[in-house]
């Protein structure tokens, strides 16, 4: 899976599932531009994986609801490298709740950042994909858009839109040499779910063949494969790394 050189963008990478791919693309020779709305977050995590500061590495503050600070994000990181080579679109939050329970506020914010931040980044890196017939977009779907979740409509909902949307696009840019693919990652060790009882992670486990949660390496490790050359006749794909829950 051979990413070395390619410039990875990144959202939703200042931790968890994010910043691992940051750390997974930079141990493979890939220039990297973090992308996170938390700004202190962000320099915490450069620091971390950066100490010395030599890694091709940097950090760009980015709201991915914001059509504006996605422009100037991805106009920072051409000015760096020239080009954007894969996008991750990784951001994502939660604010659950039941339907009769859920506020308009809740949908809406999760509307925005997990699925029309997609859209927003995904069409401010395609003129550096396009102009050169190459590039990779890979979209963080999850489990929960595929099979829904009690509770979590506005996630679930988001996390489907962007699976049509992969497919989409999958279409309309494979002609310009383009992949479009999504990873459903199901239930992941990260901070989202810390907040989630014990008991309730053990009967995952129970149901799940593999017998344990996720990591967030097994989620990276598919990112690295379908932004690497290996993956160039892959499109439209849904990629489901969740230890064989949906059996």
Avoid at 172 to 196: C, D, H, I, S, Y
Wanted: glycine share 10%; aromatic share 4%; hydrophobic share 45%.
């Amino acid at each position: 899976m051979n990413v070395k050189d390619k410039v990875v963008m990144v959202t939703g990478a200042a931790r968890g599932i994010g910043k691992t791919a940051v750390r997974m693309f930079l141990e493979r020779g890939a220039k990297v531009a973090m992308c996170d709305i938390h700004e202190a977050q962000l320099e915490a995590a450069e620091k971390d994986l950066n100490p010395a500061g030599a890694l091709p590495l940097i950090s760009v503050a980015l709201d991915v609801s914001n059509r504006v600070s996605v422009d100037l994000a991805v106009k920072k990181v051409v000015a760096q490298w020239g080009q954007v080579d894969v996008l991750i679109n990784n951001a994502g939050i939660t604010r659950d709740a039941m339907l009769h329970k859920m506020t308009e506020d809740d949908w809406d914010r999760v509307l925005d950042v997990n699925l029309k931040g997609v859209f927003n980044c995904t069409q401010a890196v395609l003129p550096s994909m396009t102009a050169r017939q190459k590039g990779a977009i890979i979209n963080t779907s999850s489990i929960v858009g595929v099979y829904g979740n009690v509770g979590q409509t506005n996630y679930a909902a988001a996390k489907a839109g962007m699976i049509g949307m992969t497919k989409t696009w999958a279409k309309e840019l494979g002609r310009k040499g383009v992949t479009v693919n999504a990873v459903a990652p199901g239930f992941t060790m990260t901070e989202m779910l810390q907040t989630v009882p014990q008991n309730i992670l053990d009967g995952i486990k129970d149901k799940t063949p593999m017998r344990r949660l996720g990591k967030p390496e097994d989620i990276c490790n598919a990112y690295l494969y379908l932004a690497s050359d290996s993956a160039t006749f892959v499109t439209g794909q849904v990629l489901g790394v969740d230890g064989g829950l949906v059996l």
